[in-house]
């Protein structure tokens, strides 16, 4: 089993929709989790981070269900310039900070 | 701030010879390097992990004979390919870390190596 995994998707939805992405992770110990941003051919930016509260930044929603050891994602109000590949991350063990991605799941917005 | 460049952005060359990859955190000192690497409609898995001035840490099934990785100073890592194969063709993504127990990386733009 992969410790991070993704619907590949892609993902197509019209301007303006609103779109959800999950993502699973294996061990229960991990405990800092990001979404990043990738664009073709290009290097992943952070997103944002989740915590289990839950957090928001603008039209971006992220949560954590640490019982169930999933991650979340919700983009409210598509525009075209959210098309892009999205990472779950996590921080594995082993000191370091080592990130441990997803494989990411496309989203592509269309007019 | 927070801007790391990663130099060359694309290399093209033949099976055999060996590619160096450079990557520099521009303006700020950097604890800890990370070498990634990506094949095509994969994730970003990591090869090793680097701290200035000692030896870096490679995940398992790197090889590290293969993948030298020198961490000179505290701006500067840089990753050699060597006898490098088609195999070996793929996207090198570096980060650097700030400091230890702080989470955010910050990622190069990426090297892009074909090898023929």
């Known amino acids: 089993r992969k410790e991070v995994e993704q619907d590949p998707g892609p993902f197509n939805v019209p301007e303006g929709a609103t779109v959800a992405f999950n993502c699973t992770y294996s061990?229960?110990?991990?405990?800092?989790f990001f979404w990043y941003r990738q664009d073709c051919r290009k290097e992943p930016k952070l997103l944002m981070s989740?915590?289990?509260s839950g957090n928001e930044d603008g039209r971006f929603t992220a949560q954590l269900n640490r019982a169930s050891q999933y991650i979340s994602l919700l983009i409210r109000d598509s525009k075209l310039s959210d098309s892009a590949t999205y990472l779950c991350v996590v921080i594995g063990s082993g000191g370091y900070n080592k990130l441990i991605f997803g494989a990411g799941t496309r989203l592509a917005v269309h007019p | 701030g927070a801007v790391v460049s990663q130099h060359p952005s694309r290399v093209i060359c033949k099976s055999g010879t060996s590619v160096k990859i450079e990557c520099r955190s521009l303006?700020?000192?950097?604890?800890?390097m990370f070498w990634y690497r990506q094949f095509p409609k994969q994730s970003l898995m990591l090869m090793a992990t680097s701290n200035e001035g000692s030896k870096a840490t490679y995940e398992q099934g790197v090889e590290k004979d293969k993948f030298l990785i020198n961490h000179a100073s505290l701006t500067l890592s840089t990753l050699t390919v060597t006898s490098a194969h088609p195999e070996d063709s793929s996207f090198y993504i570096c980060?650097?870390?700030?400091?230890?127990?702080?989470?955010?990386?910050?990622f190069g733009p990426g090297t892009r190596l074909t090898v023929l």
């Open positions: 061990n229960s110990a991990s405990q800092s």
């Open positions: 989740v915590y289990s």
């Open positions: 980060s650097a870390g700030v400091a230890v127990g702080y989470n955010e990386q910050f």
């Open positions: 303006d700020f000192q950097a604890t800890t």
